[in-house]
């Protein structure tokens, strides 16, 4: 089976030795995304609910880059270094998907790149 790397500008740049996403068949693997803006490629802020938009922002793009959208993301990894984010972290995501909503994982981690609250990666089906 062939793979495709997928690249879009609108999601920030991998900042290691990784891609933004790889397309295997119909299935789309989605690199983990922190909160940062594509252009700057600094934190968006330091409150929790801009950082888990802005996650979802760069998942996004990185979905239309590959020829899709959220709505046909099949699972999603999240990481918070603060489980008593959790609900906020609902509340983020049911802005960007509609039921039937993905499966999930929420994972509590010590500690994310470059001082980020929430990263989540994804797995996409076209």
Request: hydrophobic letters at 50%; aromatic letters at 8%; one cysteine or more.
């Given at each position: ?11 920030p ?34 409150t ?13 793009a ?23 984010n ?33 990263e ?7």
């Open positions: 089976m062939s793979k495709s790397i997928i690249h879009t500008e609108q999601a740049a991998a900042i290691g030795a990784y891609s933004q996403a790889v397309k295997a068949g119909n299935t789309v693997y989605l690199s983990g995304q922190i909160p940062l803006d594509p252009q700057t490629m600094q934190l968006v802020s330091d929790f609910e801009a950082q888990a938009h802005q996650v979802f922002k760069n998942l996004h990185v979905c239309e880059a590959a020829g899709g959208s959220l709505n046909d993301v099949v699972k999603i990894n999240a990481y918070l270094t603060d489980l008593s959790f609900a906020v972290f609902n509340q983020v995501m049911e802005q960007y998907f509609v039921q039937p909503f993905p499966a999930r994982a929420a994972v509590g981690v010590a500690v994310l790149p470059r001082g980020a609250l929430v989540a990666e994804a797995v996409m089906v076209l």
